[in-house]
């Protein structure tokens, strides 16, 4: 059995020929690690001496710092090398030609969590079109979809509700590495980016996150735990309702709720339909910010049971179907600016188009559940076939 490696091992082991001698930036955060928990610029500073020339940053910044969600990172720099950093979740989302002045490659390596709605996939697709414009390489080194590759949630998008939570047609657990969701973007949104990448050895299509025997080093602040990121792909959907998601408590996206809920009645009107591989259980909270700051919650929380047979997106749509109907008068949607959406509403950008929300309101039904998150496994699966890297 070959030994597991991330495609930042890989790289520093034996770097592709494109980064000998190249001037590069990198795009990384604080859990862009190896094995012995260096950080992706100590690996390369080491393996490719002086050529590091420039820092990016995703949402929360290079060291997670801005924990809530939508809070901006200023550009800063490096003090150690006296080289840039500069935050790609700020005044712009995509490096300006300015920014890639000097670099021969920009290489990324991100920890992504499989689910479309997560901004690093969007970082990635505007980086290619950065490095397209400017005429430089990019190197994308891989690391595993938490989520594993053989299952599929929730609908497509509708482009017509495209945002950077979501630009091209993607269902929301898309089953991609990194590097794979490069050579799609990069073909389906035509950008024609040199693009290159640097697989994982011993990277199997079907694994889970723990299955690669690496610690879970959160890739942003409020996926501190591997459950969140199971339920993240449903879970998410929250941001688009006034509902809690768990924001401003030590385990968030893995229990949910508002002040009006009452966690027996909500969870006795859940069993009437089937859940695989998931426990709920009756749960108060009070988070420390964001919705409801400081006030007692009523709910649930979530605890994953089988990761393969778990549908995090169809039990999410579920529970907010219930809880629009128990408490109509206190459930409501979220209203606009949602990731730099101004118009559109967050739920339906989220779920990527209308019919989740419209579903909802008109009573969410056995039937309307199945419609609106069931994905055509087949027509996906023939759209990411030529990009796929591992078996």
């Known amino acids: 059995m070959i030994e597991f490696r991330f495609g ?13 001698g190249a001037r590069f930036g990198l795009v990384m955060n604080q859990a862009s690690i190896d094995s012995g928990f260096r950080t992706a610029d100590e690996v390369l500073g080491e393996s490719l001496p002086g050529q590091l020339a420039a820092l990016f940053g995703p949402q929360h910044g290079l060291w997670a710092e801005q924990q809530d969600n939508m809070v901006e990172t200023p550009h800063t720099l490096d003090q150690l090398r006296k080289i840039p950093v500069y935050s790609l979740y700020a005044d712009v989302r995509k490096p300006t030609q300015a920014m890639l002045e000097g670099l021969d490659v920009l290489v990324i390596d991100l920890q992504d969590v499989g689910t479309r709605v997560y901004t690093y996939l969007w970082t990635l697709s505007l980086c290619l079109e950065a490095a397209a414009e400017k005429g430089i390489a990019v ?22 509700f495209a945002s950077f939570v979501g630009r091209v047609p993607m269902p929301m657990r898309h089953g991609l590495t990194l590097a794979e969701a490069a050579r799609y973007l990069n073909s389906e949104c035509g950008i024609g980016a040199d693009l290159h990448w640097v697989p994982m050895e011993g ?34 959907l929250l941001e688009g309702t006034t509902l809690s998601e768990g924001r401003g408590t030590t385990t968030p996206f893995e229990l949910c709720g508002a002040p009006y809920i009452e966690p027996e009645v909500l969870l006795n009107e859940l069993e009437e339909s089937e859940f695989d591989g998931l426990f709920a259980r009756p749960y108060r909270f009070e988070p420390t910010f964001q919705k409801f ?6 709910g649930l929380f979530l605890h994953p049971t089988n990761p393969r047979a778990l549908r995090s997106y169809r039990f999410t749509v579920a529970m907010i179907g219930c809880i629009a109907k128990l408490w109509p008068e206190q459930f409501a949607w979220r209203q606009p600016p949602y990731e730099y959406e101004t118009v559109k509403l967050p739920i339906d950008i989220l779920s990527g188009g209308p019919d989740l929300r419209e579903a909802i309101d008109a009573g969410l039904t056995p039937e309307s559940l199945e419609q609106v998150t069931s994905i055509d496994n087949s027509q996906w699966e023939s759209s990411i076939q030529d990009d796929r890297i591992y078996e």
């Open 8 to 20: 930042l091992e890989v790289c520093a082991a034996n770097p592709p020929e494109v980064l000998r």
């Open 139 to 160: 190197v994308v080194l891989d690391r595993p979809n938490p989520l594993g590759g053989d299952v599929f949630e929730g609908p497509m998008l509708n482009r017509e």
């Open 293 to 298: 700051e400081q006030q007692s919650c009523g």
């Open 203 to 236: 990277y199997r299509r079907d694994s889970y996150w723990p299955e690669h025997g690496r610690p879970w080093i959160p890739p942003s602040p409020n996926l501190s735990r591997f459950e969140g990121a199971l339920l993240y792909p449903g879970q998410v």
